[in-house]
């Protein structure tokens, strides 16, 4: 039995929530002010040691100017990194304040010691190995994930002049008929993304790092080669002739002729195609969206990149067949989704 309420006592309904507005609110998180310069200063310091690895040698000899700007940034940077590194406490000796200043300077050793051997081949050596190895070195000591980058980029500068070197790309010999060189930088861009990413899997602690980065670097030269496929079938058309001819009964015929680079395509899709399905496994292994975006990106640069590169007549076919694929994954999925949803 409910005792009836006091008389001064307002009945009311159920309490009503106030509309949400809608605000703008930018939150300055003060512990992130530091890396943020950090990143500012090496970025400055950088750019000067850069500008003065491409000017010391403009000229052919050496401009000592140019070239003492560039020591004292890379000295700088280096000194930077030591000092942060000898005054911050165990538990911090990879903060920004060390490894980024630190991988700056290693990268311009490294360009100061190419600029001052002068040789295309060999500078290009000394720079992949000298970061390579410095690189690799104070990662194990600092477990610093730039470290890591600038290790790819050493290793990708020693592969790719020894891939020039010992294989070779024959590009002299470009649409002879018999030409393999895009057939072969695409295996070698292939080889080096998997391998690397092999490699750097061993290395939990910048494992997706190390993969991603990798497969930027081979999404840029996958796109890079496609160009110079597209372009060079142009060239190929053009000097082949496509001129009118007189046909049966005096009409004009287009004459047709062979792509010489239709083996070099089909076979470059096949190793988009192998780094997609690479790319999808280490998503699905890791569960990181980097990988994801790296083989939908490729994907939308390999099939319409091969179709002007073939000259695909009727391309409605390549449309039809992707279509057709991507709708029985989505179906797939659908269907695996709500069988599982049932399930549960």
């Known amino acids: 039995m409910s005792l009836p309420p006091p008389p ?9 929530t106030p509309p949400r507005q809608l605000t703008l609110s930018i939150h300055i998180d003060r512990a992130a002010l530091p890396s943020t310069a950090t990143a500012l200063g090496v970025a400055l310091v950088s750019a000067a040691v850069v500008t003065s690895a491409i000017y010391s040698r403009h000229s052919g000899s050496l401009d000592m100017s140019n070239y003492v700007m560039g020591v004292l940034g890379t000295v700088g940077l280096l000194g930077f990194a030591i000092g942060a590194y000898v005054r911050a406490p165990a538990s911090q000796r990879g903060t920004t304040l060390v490894s980024w200043p ?17 040789d295309d081949p060999g500078s290009v050596y000394a720079l992949g190995g000298a970061v390579l190895v410095l690189s690799a070195s104070v990662f194990l000591v600092t477990r610093a994930a730039p470290f890591t980058l600038t290790a790819i980029a050493g290793a990708a500068l020693l592969y790719g002049q020894g891939f020039g070197d010992v294989i070779g790309t024959g590009t002299s010999d470009i649409g002879s008929g018999t030409d393999t060189s895009f057939i072969r930088i695409g295996a070698a861009i292939l080889v080096f993304v998997a391998l690397v990413t092999g490699l750097g899997w061993l290395l939990p602690e910048t494992r997706v790092l190390t993969g991603v980065v990798t497969g930027v670097g081979g999404l840029v030269a996958m796109t890079a080669l496609f160009v110079a496929l597209v372009i060079a079938g142009s060239f190929a058309g053009i000097a082949s002739g496509f001129s009118a001819t007189a046909g049966p009964g005096g009409s004009a015929q287009v004459v047709a002729f062979h792509n010489p680079f239709s083996n070099d395509i089909w076979t470059v899709l096949g190793y988009s195609a192998a780094l997609v399905l690479f790319w999808l496994a280490c998503s699905a292994i890791t569960g990181h969206v980097g990988f994801r975006i790296l083989a939908i990106v490729l994907t939308l640069i390999a099939v319409p990149a091969t179709t002007f590169a073939l000259s695909a007549r009727h391309p409605t076919w390549w449309e039809v067949v ?12 659908a269907f695996r989704s709500t069988g599982t949803a049932e399930a549960q």
């Open 102 to 118: 630190g991988a700056a300077g290693i990268v311009g050793a490294g360009a100061m010691l190419a600029v001052a051997i002068n």
């Open 322 to 333: 992707t279509c057709g694929l991507g709708g029985l994954v989505l179906v797939w999925v």
């Open 8 to 16: 001064d006592v307002e009945i009311v309904g159920p309490a009503k």
